[in-house]
């Protein structure tokens, strides 16, 4: 079992930054891939950056260049967000996927963020 809890979400105007923190905890030896995912209102879940342990972060067209996913040994999970656009304003949650397993398989409660024009 892996566990996860987000926190760091909150209210920002466009153009600010805000950072996300996810604790990561519980049997994370053979947790292969860490990950951000939100979702908006009324819209579907989707993958916001994604890691490996050792590898560069992954993120989705609409991030890059304005996010940043990063982890401290594997225990704390990071995402910088810069330059903050109102449609950047969704749950986000964070997500493991264990090695064995393509799909991403635990999460955390959420935490909302609302960014404002």
């Known amino acids: 079992q892996v566990q996860l809890a987000e926190s760091g979400g909150g209210a920002v105007q466009a153009g600010g930054s805000l950072k996300l923190s996810c604790s990561v905890s519980g049997n994370t030896q053979y947790t292969c891939e860490l990950g951000w995912y939100r979702q908006a209102p009324g819209k579907e879940l989707e993958s916001v950056a994604t890691m490996e342990p050792d590898g560069p972060g992954k993120y989705a067209d609409s991030v890059k260049g304005r996010f940043t996913i990063s982890h401290d040994n594997w225990t704390k999970l990071y995402l910088q967000m810069t330059a903050m656009k109102v449609d950047d304003t969704a749950v986000y949650y964070c997500?493991?996927?264990?090695?064995?397993?393509?799909?991403?398989?635990?999460w955390g409660q959420g935490t909302q963020v609302t960014v404002s024009s």
């Open positions: 997500a493991a996927r264990r090695c064995a397993n393509p799909d991403y398989t635990y």
